[in-house]
Structure formats: C-alpha cells, structure tokens
C-alpha cells in the first residue's frame, strides 16, 4: 500500500497496475586534483521512488494533479512485505501522461510519477 499527502492526511494511491521503483540519489562534492584524479565527498544519499502507472482513468489522474499542484513538501508512506511502513517527506516531480481514448472512455497510460526525498 501507498499514501501520499500532507501529513497526517495522507490520501491511498491506486494499487492496481502500479510499480514502485525505489533508488538512492547521491549528494556529492567533486572535483579533479591537478593530476587529474577525480576525487569526492558523499555528503548525503536520498531515496528516488518511481510510480509507474500502466492505465488510470480520470479519477486517478485527478488525484495525482491535485497532489503535484499543492508544491509542497508531502508524506509518502509505503507498507513493506513484513507490514512495517516506512515515512519519507518527498517532492512531488512533474509527470508526464499519455491519453488513451476508448469508445466513450478517456484513460491514461504510461504515467510515471517522480518524488525525491528532500
């Protein structure tokens, strides 16, 4: 299960058809030495969760924006396997969709959701 949302108010994220990519960001300070070896300092690593999302209609893609427009530091909270959940403060990063027009139905497709742990 996925939340996201001011804290405390956190909204459930769609769970069918969705993929949740986790990876860490590094904050470096680099710089070459004047013989050219790269050296740097690791001053931070970050967590980058990826929601893809392979078709949504309306309703979901009305939650998404809504969440994206408030530009804002928001609570992402994720249950793992063992039932434990983990809280993240995240940005919301622009996200691009593609429309899917079906007789007397618009969906979405190909939704890919970015929030950087800040």
Known sequence: MIWLGREGIEEKLLRGGVTLTESEIEITR????????????????????TINYNIIRRKQLEQLERLYNLQEVLSLKIERENGDIDQYDVRFRPFQRSVYKRPKQWLYRDITVELEEI
Request: hydrophobic letters at 45%.
């Open 30 to 49: 680099e710089d070459r030495t004047a013989s050219g070896k790269m050296v740097f300092d690791i001053i931070n690593v970050k967590k980058l969760f």
